[in-house]
Nanobody
Framework: QVQLVESGGGLVQAGGSLRLSCVASGTFFSINTMGWYRQAPGKKRELVASITNAGIINHVDSVKGRFTISRDNVKKTVYLQMNSLKPEDTAVYYC????????WGQGTQVTVSS
């Protein structure tokens, strides 16, 4: 059974940093493109960043230069380093494959205060 477990969120002031982690159990993790998604209150879930099994990375424009996605295939973990956080980054953050395939995890809440 596939399980995605996100962690690392919290409350931080604008300009601060957080590092999110997502452990993917029960999957052929190394062959999947993985993504970090986020959903702000009242908004649709959106893709924030992705990384292929070869390490090719994409970030949406709103987080370029501030967020960095990475992965460890041995640990079946994908990370999101978030720097220079802004209040508009406040959301629940999730990981999943790209395109999405597995059941969503519980996500991790990121709250950025101004």
């Amino acid at each position: 059974q596939v399980q995605l477990v996100e962690s690392g969120g919290g409350l931080v002031q604008a300009g601060g940093s957080l590092r999110l982690s997502c452990v993917a159990s029960g999957t052929f993790f190394s062959i999947n493109t993985m993504g970090w998604y986020r959903q702000a209150p009242g908004k649709k879930r959106e893709l924030v960043a992705s990384i292929t099994n070869a390490g090719i990375i994409n970030h949406v424009d709103s987080v370029k230069g501030r967020f960095t996605i990475s992965r460890d295939n041995v640990k079946k973990t994908v990370y999101l380093q978030m720097n220079s956080l802004k209040p508009e980054d406040t959301a629940v953050y999730y990981c999943n494959t790209l395109p999405t395939y597995y059941p969503w995890g519980q996500g991790t809440q990121v709250t950025v205060s101004s």
